[in-house]
Each structure stands twice: as C-alpha cells, then as structure tokens.
T-cell receptor, first 112, second 114 residues
Framework: ELKVEQNPLFLSMQEGKNYTIYCNYSTTSDRLYWYRQDPGKSLESLFVLLSNGAVKQEGRLMASLDTKARLSTLHITAAVHDLSATYFCAVDRGVNNNDMRFGAGTRLTVKP | NAGVTQTPKFQVLKTGQSMTLQCAQDMNHNSMYWYRQDPGMGLRLIYYSASEGTTDKGEVPNGYNVSRLNKREFSLRLESAAPSQTSVYFC?????????????FGEGSWLTVV
C-alpha cells in the first residue's frame, strides 16, 4: 500500500527564516507533485517533478526530488507572511500510474 | 475560465438520505477524480476515472458510487449518507498521468451529515 508521509505536519516560523518540508513515499514513482491550499479554498499546483534530481524554483519556494531515496523536499527561503498555507505533496501510483495519492499536508504559519 | 465545476457547494443531509455531487470540466481532460478532505488526513482518493468509460476504486470507496457520464462529467453518489461522510469533497481532473500532468481541482463541496 502506498504511503506518502510529510513532516512536519505543523510548522510555525518567523518571517525571514528558512525551512524545509519533507515528503517521503513508499512506491517507486518518478512523479511527485506539490500543491498549496489556502484556508477554505481549493488546491493549486506549485511544482511537478518528473525525474531523479529534478529541481524547480518559484520565488521563495524550491522543490527537489530524489527518486532513489523516495524523498522530495520543499525549501522555503526567507519566509514571508503570504506563504502561510497548507502544502501537500502527492505521488502517482497504480498500474498506469493514474491515481494520485496525497500526504497529510504541512500547515505553515509565518509570523511577523 | 470555468475549469472544474462542482455542485452543490454546501449541503446538509440527514443520516440515510441520498444525494449526488456533480462535477464537470471543460478542459478536455481524460482523467477525473473524487477526493475527500478531513482534518489532519490530507486528501483521500474515493474513486477515479482514468478515461471515459472506466472507473476505479481509490483508498476509501465504501459508501460511494460514481458515474462517468461522458468525457466532461463525473458524478459521486452517496446512497445512504452516514455522519462519517461529513467532509469536504473535491472533484479534480487532468489530461492523464503520462507526462506527469498535474491535477486541477474544483472549489470543493462542503457536506454535513446529521
């Protein structure tokens, strides 16, 4: 059974600080996705990582993928309040890799 | 830009009642999904449809049925609602898994079963 585990589940940080969210998964997948969800809202796509060693950056967020370790990281640089949200990682699984399974999410709060 | 549209947005049901959540996408996507979101548990896949004419169970299919009506529409039915089905339901779609296509989500349906 596929497991997608994120840690930490809750993260409170001050503006200007750096931090990393970790996503471990148990299947041999090379497709890893990161999403953001604001309170009461839907999910929006942040990154799609499709190969070992893939790295993508958007503003203060950088995501990477190590398929051999079955690990993805989401690094936050110099956090700002607007980054406060819940972040989810997700992995494709199944015979045709068509169903996507999500981690429990990391609720990030950035304080002034 | 409609994207993924799901209805209703809010619904209160009594235990034992039935209802259908409707979902439609206008992006010509092949694959469609129903997830439920509960506090602390992330999103759990209920059912998905890889392409028109096919449906498959996800992690938590018990108590639900689905219909892929056509390429655009994918409905979720609760035949006899239970309080444990109180949740936020998200419909989603994408072109398909090959090539690593991301999923696009609807706005969510808040369902309360009393």
């Amino acid at each position: 059974e596929l497991k997608v585990e994120q840690n930490p589940l809750f993260l409170s940080m001050q503006e200007g600080k750096n931090y990393t969210i970790y996503c471990n998964y148990s299947t041999t997948s090379d497709r890893l996705y990161w999403y953001r969800q604001d309170p009461g809202k839907s999910l929006e796509s942040l990154f799609v990582l499709l190969s070992n060693g893939a790295v993508k950056q958007e503003g203060r967020l950088m995501a990477s993928l190590d398929t051999k370790a079955r690990l993805s990281t989401l690094h936050i640089t110099a956090a700002v309040h607007d980054l406060s949200a819940t972040y989810f990682c997700a992995v494709d699984r199944g015979v045709n890799n068509n169903d996507m399974r999500f981690g429990a999410g990391t609720r990030l709060t950035v304080k002034p | 830009n409609a994207g993924v549209t799901q209805t209703p947005k809010f619904q209160v049901l009594k235990t034992g009642q039935s209802m259908t959540l409707q979902c439609a996408q206008d992006m010509n996507h092949n694959s469609m999904y129903w997830y439920r979101q509960d506090p602390g548990m992330g999103l759990r896949l209920i059912y998905y449809s890889a392409s028109e004419g096919t449906t498959d169970k996800g992690e938590v299919p018990n108590g639900y049925n689905v219909s892929r009506l056509n390429k655009r529409e994918f409905s979720l039915r609760l035949e006899s609602a239970a309080p444990s089905q109180t949740s936020v339901y998200f419909c989603a779609s994408r072109f398909g898994a090959s090539g690593g296509n991301t999923i696009y989500f609807g706005e969510g349906s808040w369902l309360t079963v009393v």
